[in-house]
């Protein structure tokens, strides 16, 4: 696999037998493991598909890309009946032209075993003491028969737990606990980490918030949404 892929992931998680594995957990397996440099959790019983792997940029590609996050514009946005956060579009860097590829997108669709409609849309989040994001009808698709990918890209330093922060997605129209459609899956902020969710038509998300154990650190993600076909 001899593309700029090579240049940005994890050389373990490219392998051909440990990429394959990735793809499998994805669609069929409760998975985690660590196996030298190589770390997935995935849950792909009902109600969706969830992977997380580890480690997923290499340290010099992962160097470059928090100092062009320190260059760029944040816009504060701050509804108190909706959310709290930075955000930023993607701009013309040598992140955006890896994110942007055709290479990444394939590997994606690999993992997923989906065809990705059109690109992926990209936007930069940055989140601080007493940020947040609450639930609401924007987070679900428009079309009722689609599905889409969400991609998060975490690259938040030494995030204290406490803090809170978590990304929780959760079924829209099931309100019963005890159905599992309706159990909510908890995305943990970890540091170096893409996470690949699959989202169905009634799903939606939020980000918990931020408490002020968090003190003046940011949690910053790159938040993927990719229509599947």
Do not use: C
Request: charge should be neutral; avoid cysteine.
């Amino acid at each position: 696999m001899d593309n700029i892929l090579t240049t940005h992931i994890n050389p373990k998680i490219l392998e051909k037998q440990n990429l394959d594995q990735v793809a499998s957990s994805f669609k069929g397996q409760t998975l985690m493991q660590s196996n030298k440099g190589l770390e997935i959790q995935s849950i792909s019983k009902k109600p969706r598909q969830f992977i997380q792997l580890k480690e997923i940029l290499i340290p010099k590609q992962r160097a470059i890309l928090m100092q062009e996050l320190e260059k760029i514009s944040w816009e504060k946005i701050n509804d108190p009946h909706k959310e709290s956060l930075s955000t930023s579009q993607i701009q013309k860097n040598s992140h955006s032209e890896f994110l942007e590829s055709k290479d990444f997108q394939d590997f994606i669709e690999k993992i997923t075993s989906t065809k990705i409609d059109e690109n992926i849309s990209w936007q930069f989040q940055k989140f601080q003491k007493n940020d947040f994001t609450l639930l609401h009808d924007d987070n679900l698709n428009e079309e009722k028969n689609s599905e889409t990918l969400l991609i998060i890209f975490d690259l938040t330093r030494k995030w204290p737990i406490e803090a809170r922060g978590e990304i929780v997605i959760t079924t829209a129209n099931n309100t019963n606990q005890k159905n599992n459609n309706s159990t909510p899956l908890i995305i943990r902020p970890i540091e170096n980490t893409l996470s690949i969710i699959k989202l169905k038509k009634d799903d939606m998300y939020f980000t918990k918030f931020i408490n002020s154990s968090a003190q003046n650190k940011e949690l910053i993600r790159i938040i993927g949404i990719a229509n599947i076909q």
